[in-house]
């Protein structure tokens, strides 16, 4: 048995063109300018259109998605920093006055917002 079973295959090198006029031997040889040899058909094109369309709404989904979950988490922020504020006035409010008379205020307070809103 030999070795050699194993056969590498492979382009076959160019033939060398010889020295460019220019000099600039490190470049690679250009090919011939084919106007038609971008053309795709229009069915293509539409489907490439309706594809990229797909796409887009896609991703305007994803990052109106994005978007809400990250409003929700400001809202969540604000509200907790309004909740702490408020916490503290009253903290203030009973250092001064009466703990009865706190609370309520507290009540005549949270009857005020809800008429209000």
Partial sequence: MSTETVAVESKAPEAPRGMRKNGKQW???RKAFRPTAG???YEEREKR???MAVTKAKEKE???EKEAERQQRIQKI???RAAKEEKER???MAEKMHKKRVERLKRKEKR???LNS
């Fill in 27 to 29: 470049h690679i040889p």
């Fill in 39 to 41: 053309l795709t058909s």
């Fill in 49 to 51: 259109r309706l594809a």
């Fill in 62 to 64: 994803m990052k109106e």
């Fill in 78 to 80: 604000k509200d907790k």
């Fill in 90 to 92: 009253y903290a203030k």
């Fill in 112 to 114: 005020n917002k809800l």
